[in-house]
């Protein structure tokens, strides 16, 4: 296969790519008829209706995208419609302007579908506002802006049936190209100083973020795909199968089987330690050629290397441990690492097969986790609390849109509803998210704005206007995701371009844009600062609870997969699952509260939770990786173990004062039985960190009656 065909074929399979052109040919579609008919206005006005749809659009099936586009539909033009008939009367459009945007926030609560509904509606509104001065009748804009989102709904859902498999393909590519990063960062492990162990802890614990994101996005579209199909297809049978294997793999690249640093100077060999670096780096790259092949549609192809390294490393092992005479505490570890490659190794064989369709699926059959219905009106209770975080969101976003309303209408900024569309955009739940959005927003917009005067001048035709239109949305649709500050400059210059076709050309645009921008960031940015800041320490002893329980139920599983054997049933996967989900939201706490105005000792400890968290799931997850049905695991020790974090976890949630327990105590064997070796210094590890973890939450309670105080 030619480079070019190779190349063609990667750029149409990357879902960014793919979902601009999407977007690029429903606006083409749109606005070069309208100029060729000298309809211009109107495609335009289209277009901001395709904007709308593509910006709103969730991962579904044919028929929830279906019923999903009919919905949107339905609430775009209802919000246009009262858009154009009350914009007219301040008084009674700025009051509704804020319980309707409190209540599609609110929205979010019932899934990401429900949200994505919430926040189309906002945005196609705020583009209704923008337009009304140059909209000729009171119809115009409810039917050409639901027109609009209309045109590029049908044309991507009938892609999806085209391709309706496509986006899962995508998407456990991601999980694969996840690991493959995960495995080349740990490989650095062998062959750094000491010094730089901590920097590539947390290097892994943010690669682990990525990973079970992707794992967890995977879930979602395979339980989208599952629902309604009472006997799965081949296609989807063998996307399901992949993704349990990666599960499995993540179980397994996640595990420690002994201390890096205690690695370097016991096993002083670097022969040996080279082994293990070349030979996770070759499996590194096999996950990422695994998931290339994954996204182009292809079969994988293994490589012949990895088998012959294995088997070198086993022989260097063994070599060394005869000249230097290792001790089993050292040796059985070493050994458990190599299997764990082997299985590795295997693993990826099996996905050849599935990738190559010579090897049926198994897992047709596999139940996936699905989060539990909730009545309506406990959770809408629950919802209308300020201790619910879309509760305060919803409160905030309005008062801004109140503030930022006050503004146009005092001012009499006919045309200022831009500040309107920033606040929607950097208003985030969160103040970290919305300080980085705050500062991407304002980059992006300045940028947008400096390129946009010039391209004016240069460019006055209708025309060319139009195709620089066209090329800032389509970069804007593979940047949103990857980098926003560019992002938001080809965005703005799109809107800009756009209104100025709609009828503004003559106004000027750089200072009020530049004056609605800065006004937009200044409210949220007040916002989120003073109405019910959603500081992360304040979240820390839930977020430590979650993960001292998930640790819990994982370990109790793992446990019971010794007493009836090993296998990958749900109520084995889902506590594995909820321990990673709980220690991604530690590592995000403290990435969070990193930009927060707190003292220095909140973020150490911060760090210190997160910290020893993510390495006892490390050496959970080696448990884990290693569970046989033949071999034993000490019962006492675990039970133990099991309900100090339980009680911990309880403890914090009730706010309850930790008892002074005394420390779990180690224990040491004389055992040569590899295995026996292995768990006793595993189950070592394990009860340090949790007698960390525990002084760290008791440290934790006594520090924070005393921060709340001096807050308040």
Not at 590 to 596: A, D, F, L, S
């Amino acid at each position: 296969m030619s480079p070019g065909i190779i190349w063609l074929r990667r750029v149409f399979t990357d879902s960014h790519f793919f979902f601009a052109l999407k977007v690029l040919l429903a606006m083409s579609s749109l606005l070069l008829p309208g100029w060729w008919l000298e309809q211009v206005p109107a495609a335009v006005t289209l277009a901001l209706g395709a904007m709308a749809g593509a910006l709103s659009e969730v991962d579904q099936g044919p028929k929830g995208r279906l019923r999903h586009l009919l919905l949107s539909l339905l609430c775009f033009f209802s919000a246009i419609t009262g858009v154009s008939w009350l914009i007219d009367s301040p008084w009674l459009f700025g009051p509704l302007l804020v319980f309707t945007t409190f209540t599609l926030v609110l929205l979010g609560a019932w899934g990401p579908t429900a949200g994505s509904l919430g926040f189309g509606t906002l945005l196609v509104s705020i583009y209704a506002m923008q337009g009304h001065a140059d909209s000729p009748y009171f119809w115009y804009q409810p039917l050409l802006l639901t027109l609009g989102a209309a045109w590029y709904g049908l044309l991507s859902w009938l892609v999806l049936l085209a391709w309706p498999y496509k986006q899962v393909h995508e998407q456990l590519a991601q999980c694969y190209f996840a690991l493959s990063r995960y495995l080349l960062e740990k490989s650095r492990f062998f062959d750094s100083p000491e010094e730089q162990h901590q920097h590539l802890r947390h290097g892994l614990a943010q690669l682990n973020i990525q990973l079970v994101n992707a794992l967890e996005s995977t879930k979602q579209m395979l339980n989208r795909r599952i629902q309604g199909h009472d006997k799965q297809d081949a296609e989807l049978g063998r996307l399901l199968a992949l993704y349990l294997l990666v599960q499995d793999m993540h179980e397994r690249a996640a595990s420690s089987h002994y201390s890096y640093r205690q690695l370097n100077q016991d096993l002083n060999q670097v022969n040996v330690l080279a082994g293990y670096q070349t030979l996770l780096v070759e499996l590194g790259e096999a996950c990422y050629r695994l998931g290339y092949a994954i996204l182009t549609h292809n079969a994988y192809q293994h490589s012949k290397r990895i088998a012959w390294e294995l088997s070198a490393l086993q022989d260097q092992l063994d070599y060394s441990h005869l000249k230097r005479h290792y001790p089993r505490s050292l040796l059985s570890p070493m050994k458990f690492l190599s299997r764990n490659m082997e299985h590795l190794h295997q693993a990826l064989l099996r996905a050849q097969d599935l990738t190559r369709r010579q090897t049926p699926p198994e897992a047709n059959q596999v139940e996936l986790a699905r989060p539990p219905r909730q009545p309506f009106w406990p959770k809408l209770k629950a919802l209308l609390h300020p201790n619910s975080i879309l509760f305060r969101h919803g409160v905030r976003l309005g008062l801004c849109f109140a503030l930022g309303y006050t503004l146009i209408a005092s001012l009499e900024l006919e045309r200022g509803y831009w500040i309107l569309l920033t606040i929607l955009f950097v208003c985030q739940p969160s103040f970290s998210a919305t300080r980085k959005r705050l500062v991407q927003r304002t980059l992006g917009t300045l940028g947008g704005l400096l390129a946009g005067v010039p391209l004016l001048y240069l460019f006055p035709s209708v025309g060319a206007q139009i195709i620089v239109l066209l090329l800032c949305n389509f970069v804007f649709f593979t940047q949103v995701k990857i980098y926003y500050s560019w992002a938001v400059g080809f965005v703005t210059l799109f809107v800009l371009l756009a209104f100025n076709l709609l009828g503004s050309g003559q106004e000027p645009i750089f200072l009020p844009r530049l004056f609605d921008t800065l006004a937009g960031c200044a409210m949220a940015f007040i916002a989120v600062w003073f109405i019910w800041p959603d500081w992360q320490r304040r979240h820390l002893p839930r977020l430590m609870a979650d993960a001292m329980e998930a640790n819990a139920n994982y370990l109790a599983a793992i446990a019971r997969q010794f007493e009836r054997g090993r296998d990958d049933e749900l109520d084995y996967r889902l506590p594995r699952k909820q321990a990673h989900l709980a220690d991604n939201q530690l590592a995000l706490a403290w990435q969070n509260i990193r930009v927060e105005p707190v003292p220095k000792h909140w973020l150490n400890l911060c760090f210190d939770i997160a910290y020893r968290n993510h390495a006892l799931l490390s050496y959970l997850s080696t448990l884990g990786a290693h569970r046989i049905h033949s071999e034993v695991l000490t019962d006492t020790p675990v039970q133990q173990l099991v309900a100090r974090l339980q009680a911990s976890a309880k403890a914090l949630r009730s706010g309850e004062e930790l008892p002074a327990y005394s420390p779990l105590t180690t224990t040491s064997t004389d055992s040569d039985d590899e295995w026996v070796i292995l768990t006793h210094q595993l189950l070592s590890h394990i009860t340090l960190l949790v007698n960390d973890l525990y002084q760290l939450a008791r440290g934790f309670q006594q520090q924070a009656p005393a921060e709340d105080a001096a807050a308040g």
